[in-house]
């Protein structure tokens, strides 16, 4: 796919956003980006980011100076320009968001800040490309829409698992048809985390205040993007309703009491995250998506990734398929890796050198980039808008609002007013 028809794609899919930004940019326009939040994540990213020659970063912002500092000299090794550093405060960040030398602002925050810096920012005129998730509450996910609506300015998600190569070439093996209509998923966060939801005293870290007080799927865009983009959600089809039911929280406290001692608090607070929650989706046309999350347990890191169609299936966890058109119709596994070379997705094929020598998720995060500063420098939406980055995140708090009334189904809101009817599918899109 050209520039040209990825612009239209974007516009398309986000009819609701004004296309009149869409711009004679070039990809050699330079684009000056801020961060916020120059953590862990947010020093890995900016690593990834200043590796585009086209790429400036004026300012950076961290409430804890040294964070900010150290980022800021990442930025002066790379670039030869120090940027200006916003620390110091937690309202900070709307200083920097109104410079008006930033083009886009990249969040890396807690959770609980991600919404109100991106509507800060589209406020400021800026894109927001925001960690995941997006927005924990629904009234964050209607900010989100309602600003980008009002400004015209696009927010994407920085959803990075929709950039791995697997997925990438099963969308385009989705688009070819080979696995006929896709009728159920299954995918998962399960990851044991328990390490960092303290910090060296056993004092909770912003993750534990989360898993503190709330029981449901609290991170649920890396399973859910890859599958919402192969199932067309918003384009074509949309969740209509969530279920999710959580088992009893252990394995944090026995965690806490191993770690720091059973008489520490950390081993004596009431931990309300379950160790393992189960989300359904249904759609509008009736085919379903199963969520896990999983922080809390002994095990190893597993996204899951069954796609399931009528003419075949493919499981991550094992990077196995079985397709009716191929192994002459036998009902066996195969591995995956000769298929994701043959379906090669655009993307990977134009940017795998730059993308694998750059690190970050084997290389999703290059090619994420790339799509964001696309996306900016023609203001328009690319192929993760923000319909995409309410809809994936809202699970955070529906399934809080379903495993507190017992498994009971909530209604999914449609936050595309109904262009979900009239949106295209993504297309397989190139660089
Ligand atoms: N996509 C991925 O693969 C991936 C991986 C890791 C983390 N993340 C996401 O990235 C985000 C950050 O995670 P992390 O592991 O870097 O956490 P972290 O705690 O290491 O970093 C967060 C940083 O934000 C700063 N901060 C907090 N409030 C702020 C404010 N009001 N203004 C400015 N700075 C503020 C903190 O001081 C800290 O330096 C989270 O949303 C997380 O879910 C995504």
């Avoid at 009002?150 to 048809?177: D, K």
Wanted: aromatic share 8%; with cysteine.
């Amino acid at each position: 796919m050209n520039r040209r028809s990825f612009l239209k794609t974007g516009a398309a899919a986000t009819a609701a956003l004004a296309t009149n930004f869409v711009t004679a940019a070039q990809s050699h326009d330079l684009v000056r980006c801020g961060m916020i939040g120059t953590g862990g994540r947010g020093t890995s990213l900016l690593q990834t980011l200043l590796l585009f020659s086209q790429v400036e970063v004026p300012a950076v912002c961290d409430v804890v100076r040294e964070r900010a500092e150290q980022a800021a000299s990442l930025v002066e090794k790379k670039k030869n320009r120090r940027p200006t550093v916003y620390a110091g405060s937690e309202s900070v960040w709307e200083e920097m968001v109104n410079r008006t030398d930033l083009d886009a602002v990249i969040i890396a925050t807690p959770w609980e800040w991600h919404a109100r810096m991106a509507v800060g920012a589209m406020r400021a005129g800026k894109c927001p490309g925001v960690e995941v998730p997006a927005a924990i509450t629904l009234e964050e996910c209607r900010d989100l829409v309602q600003t980008s609506e009002q400004t015209g300015i696009p927010c994407m998600m920085l959803e990075n698992v929709c950039y791995y190569e697997n997925v990438l070439a099963l969308l385009r093996m989705i688009r070819e048809g080979l696995f006929g209509e896709i009728q159920h998923c299954e995918a998962g966060y399960q990851h044991d985390c328990r390490s960092i939801m303290f910090d060296e005293t056993g004092q909770l870290t912003w993750r534990g205040q989360h898993v503190l007080t709330k029981n449901g799927n609290l991170y649920p865009t890396h399973p859910l993007g890859p599958i919402a983009q192969w199932m067309n959600i918003n384009r074509g089809d949309r969740f209509v309703s969530l279920t999710s039911v959580s088992t009893p929280a252990r394995g944090l406290q026995e965690y806490a009491g191993k770690r720091f001692g059973a008489d520490h608090p950390a081993a004596k607070h009431r931990y309300a995250l379950g160790d393992v929650n189960t989300t359904l989706l249904v759609t509008a046309s009736g085919r379903t998506v199963t969520l896990y999350f999983n922080l809390m347990t002994h095990r190893p890191y597993d996204l899951i990734l069954r796609l399931e169609g009528v003419k075949g299936i493919y499981l991550g966890t094992t990077d196995r398929i079985c397709l009716e058109t191929e192994n002459n119709g036998a009902h066996e596994w195969e591995p995956f890796a000769p298929y994701q070379k043959r379906f090669e997705h655009p993307l990977w094929a134009t940017l795998r050198a730059p993308a694998l020598s750059s690190g970050g998720h084997g290389g999703a995060e290059y090619l994420m980039f790339h799509d964001f500063l696309k996306s900016v420098r023609a203001k328009a939406s690319g192929p993760q808008d923000v319909y995409d980055a309410v809809t994936w995140s809202a699970v955070f708090p529906l399934s809080i609002q379903s495993v507190a009334k017992g498994g009971q189904p909530v209604e999914f809101p449609d936050f595309t007013a109904n262009r979900w009817k009239t949106n295209p599918p993504l297309p397989v899109y190139g660089a």
